[in-house]
């Protein structure tokens, strides 16, 4: 059986506001919509992180609990929690094989949590992650660059953006805000 696919994971920083959006829709393949609601922004250590996965489901939700545990572990401390679920990812025979990536933030940091254990700081407060995610990044640089949007309104447009493009984006989405 093929793993379920497709997804597309957006975060937005201004003003010292972020945004995290995703769109609900998992595939199988390349063929069929297997369900188009799923959530895969999610908060977690008492509501201060916020989290969005992409990848093969099981994997994804691996690597969100495991990463929610590094957090209990550091107290909440992203930065702390994000280096030490990749060295484990990098380290473990078995993490090595998971296909997932995940964006992470707090009111401080925002990081993408790459499938080779790399944890990344983007330069200019964007992120993407998915099959829609280049998609998204594009729309989400314009709209930064050229409005005066808020995080959460560049966020939504460039989601719907992404979905009018992309075929493995759906318009069902998920939104979580970070406000200092």
């Not at 829709?25 to 977690?44: F, I, W, Y």
């Not at 992409?54 to 545990?69: H, I, K, M, N, P």
Request: charged letters at 25%.
């Amino acid at each position: 059986m093929e793993s379920l696919k497709g997804t597309t994971i957006l975060a937005v920083r201004r003003n010292g506001v972020t945004a995290i959006a995703g769109d609900g829709q998992v595939t199988m393949g390349q063929q069929a919509v297997m369900k188009a609601h799923a959530k895969k922004v999610r908060r977690l250590y008492h509501d201060r992180v916020v989290v969005g996965f992409a990848g093969s489901t099981a994997d994804a939700f691996t690597l969100c609990d495991r990463f929610e545990a590094k957090l209990e572990m550091h107290g909440g401390a992203l930065k702390r929690a994000a280096i030490a679920l990749a060295q484990d990812w990098r380290g473990d025979k078995m993490m090595r094989q998971l296909e997932a990536m995940m964006i992470v933030a707090d009111k401080d940091d925002l990081l993408v949590l790459s499938g080779t254990g790399d944890v990344i700081e983007p330069d200019d407060d964007i992120a993407a992650i998915g099959s829609g995610g280049l998609y998204a990044l594009a729309a989400a640089k314009a709209l930064k660059l050229h409005t005066d949007m808020s995080a959460e309104e560049i966020a939504a447009e460039a989601m719907a953006i992404a979905e009018s493009i992309c075929i493995f984006t759906n318009g069902n989405i998920s939104l979580e805000v970070i406000r200092p």
